[in-house]
């Protein structure tokens, strides 16, 4: 059974850090990407960064580029996010999810597996 699990999210003051984990399992982690989404409360789910599973190439939106990093440890089929320099507007509830392809930017309609999410909730 393939399963991905996020974990790390809580609350946290503007200007924190937090850091998500994405525990996957049921799969060849080495042969698929993974990414990072988020929805907040009556928006659009919209990405966050993304990672390849084969040579670990790394991409991330603007809106969070220079504050958030993306990680994988192979080894333990986990992928991480760690985010530092929270703002209010990353609220949100964070999900990975898996997609076997070889670019790092994938449409997300096309990802094969999705988590259950974590909530990150940054306070002013």
């Known amino acids: 059974e393939v399963q991905l699990v996020e974990s790390g999210g809580g609350l946290v003051q503007a200007g924190g850090s937090l850091r998500l984990s994405c525990a996957a399992s049921?799969?060849?982690?080495?042969?698929?990407?993974i990414g990072w989404f988020r929805q907040a409360p009556g928006k659009e789910r919209e990405g966050v960064s993304y990672?390849?599973?084969?040579?670990?190439?790394?991409y991330y939106e603007d809106s969070v580029k220079g504050r958030f990093t993306i990680s994988s440890d192979n080894a333990k089929s986990t992928v991480y996010l760690q985010m530092n320099s929270l703002r209010p507007e990353d609220t949100a509830v964070y999900y990975c999810?898996?997609?076997?392809?070889?670019?790092?930017?994938?449409?997300?309609?096309?990802?094969?597996?999705w988590g259950q999410g974590t909530q990150v909730t940054v306070s002013s």
């Open positions: 999810a898996a997609v076997e392809s070889e670019l790092v930017v994938v449409p997300h309609h096309l990802y094969d597996y």
């Open positions: 049921g799969f060849t982690f080495d042969d698929y990407n």
């Open positions: 990672i390849s599973g084969s040579d670990g190439a790394t």
